[in-house]
């Protein structure tokens, strides 16, 4: 690969991996198998776990194991679940009510659960039966005794972050290294210590100005989707990078027909950040859901409870075949999408650039 | 340079520079002499005109003649000058009316004028006798005729895109190379076929895409600020780069003295898209009147007028050294901003990567 930083200075050798590039946690649209194939080709592959119970975690992370005998990341979110009161939840299904009337379905008289699971001690049980290499984490960190108790079995710590002071955060409470997310990034931005959009910068600016602020190691995302991008990201500093978008179309993904073709699609040429999905700033392609209530819905309730309803809508419109209220992640660069096992796309990322 | 693309392969010899480096126009920051200091040293200076009556234009191009033999580029806005009614007007004015009443001064009767003239004959005419060697655009392009006119003196024609579709818009009406303008620039977005930000994409996604989409050379803006940034530019496609706030520290440049305060502070940290200084999305400081009233305030009206009322807070302010009013332009990375001759930093974005 070509860069500026000379192959021993990369990310590969802390996670003891052969390829600094990581392949983003994207829950919902993947598990096992996608991250198996990365991992065997040499990059690192990641188990999105925000939407697993303790039970299918433990499932998911031994069929992985049994995939793969290479590093993998297991990643998970580390938000707090609000309370939502019933006047706001009221308020967000009033919202979304002509949306229930035209498909023809009730609304629940509840707000239905909402299954995104912070890390917990549930999750660290589990863990400890497979001593992951890595382990990251989006939302800021866990507590720091779970935190030790991670890194006593020599798994590393990564962390998203969206601003400089978010990386100072990370970094003073133990992260191995950083994941600076541009604004380009699909799916949640992984901002904690501010919701003010304003400051979320994109990659090109992000990357130098983390890395003039840490000494850790900085692992650039958001926008990187050919090996030309891998190169310029590692130019600018980065030791690594994360790349999401791009694998959505490996058959080893569990990126819905739907979503798969929206990406493939002119409409991918415009995403959005929108809360209208998870209550919580995220990218995805503009459907009719974001460009009608969104993209920021002050009505959206808080992360997760926003999902309840359009969960509901979006079973209704997706059995007709319609994506009118599908979240399609995706970050703003969707051209590195390919329709090859992610080995081979791997591969092409980390080639030399043409 | 380290870049991708052989020497061969970028803008210079279309523009007859030696460095692929294009100084930013930033109009009301700088003039004749930034320009002429940028092109002396190898690189291409800008003079930004949308602040010049055809008059002051003459002889800003003519101080530029004479400080400079090299190739040049002069700026020019390409916008419909607006109607607006005065229930707007009053309208901006209520926005702001307790700061005319905490600064102690009279709101004038009526809107007072602003000079942002968009590119007409009158410019055109005072060009004839300069030829300039490049001419810009920003927010699209002049009419078919003025354009032949220009390119009928070999001038060679930049034109600003936010999008794809901008680029592959003014690719078809002639352009010779496009900026592609990311996110994270300082200053007016270029944007002329949308007004809808979620559009924009950061530098490291829309320089590829537009790469892709053009077979005419791109110019990539947008928080580079480094040989590094300069490098990675080149990388993901680019054959040239424009980098403007980098620049505003050195000695040429006129910003002033609160302006260069606040790039090297900690408020450089947070810009954001804001309306509040000219009708027009442009990427600023976040200050006391962005934080107030904006960063997007529906009450402004269409640009350039909302700069009116604004002058009169700013002026009254800054007279104290206050810079709750001024327009702080700042693209997401200042980190690039040394206090240093034109040239020096010139030599040092060119330079290898570290």
């Excluded at 999105?48 to 069929?63: G, Y």
Aim: glycine share 8%; net charge negative; aromatic share 6%.
């Amino acid at each position: 690969m070509r860069a500026t930083r000379s192959a021993r200075e990369t990310i590969a050798p802390l996670l003891g991996i052969d390829i600094p590039i990581i392949q983003a946690p994207m829950a919902g649209v993947q598990g096992a198998e996608l991250a198996a194939a990365v991992s065997n080709a040499g990059g690192l592959g990641s188990l999105p776990c925000a939407m697993l119970t303790p039970a299918a975690l433990e499932e998911e992370l031994q069929r992985l194991s049994s995939l793969t005998s290479k590093p993998f990341n297991v990643n998970f979110f580390c938000h707090t679940t609000p309370t939502v009161s019933p006047l706001q939840a009221r308020g967000w299904y009033q919202c979304l009510s002509g949306y229930f009337e035209e498909l023809d379905i009730d609304p629940p008289g509840d707000s239905p659960g909402v299954l995104r699971e912070p890390f917990g001690n549930a999750s660290l049980a589990v863990l400890e039966r497979f001593k992951p290499a890595v382990v990251s984490f989006h939302f800021g960190l866990p507590e720091a005794a779970q935190l030790d108790q991670l890194k006593s079995w020599g798994t590393k710590i990564l962390a998203s972050a969206t601003t400089v002071d978010e990386a100072l955060w990370l970094a003073e409470r133990g992260a191995d290294a950083i994941i600076a997310q541009g604004l380009e990034a699909g799916g949640h931005r992984g901002s904690f210590l501010t919701e003010d959009m304003t400051t979320q910068t994109g990659t090109v600016s992000l990357v130098p100005r983390v890395c003039a602020a840490l000494s850790i190691p900085v692992i650039a995302a958001g926008g990187i989707a050919s090996a030309e991008g891998v190169a310029a990201a590692m130019t600018l500093g980065a030791a690594g990078v994360q790349i999401g978008t791009a694998f959505l179309l490996c058959p080893e993904a569990r990126t819905s027909a739907l979503h798969r073709a929206a990406l493939t699609s002119e409409a991918a040429q415009h995403t959005a950040l929108t809360n209208v999905f998870t209550g919580r700033p995220a990218r995805s392609i503009v459907n009719r859901l974001v460009r009608e209530v969104g993209p920021m819905a002050a009505a959206a309730t808080a992360f997760p409870s926003a999902a309840g309803p359009v969960a509901l809508l979006r079973a209704a419109a997706e059995s007709h075949g319609c994506d009118d209220f599908t979240p399609l992640w995706s970050g703003q660069n969707a051209t590195g999408c390919r329709e090859v096992p992610a080995a081979d796309l791997l591969r092409l990322l980390a080639s030399e650039p043409q």
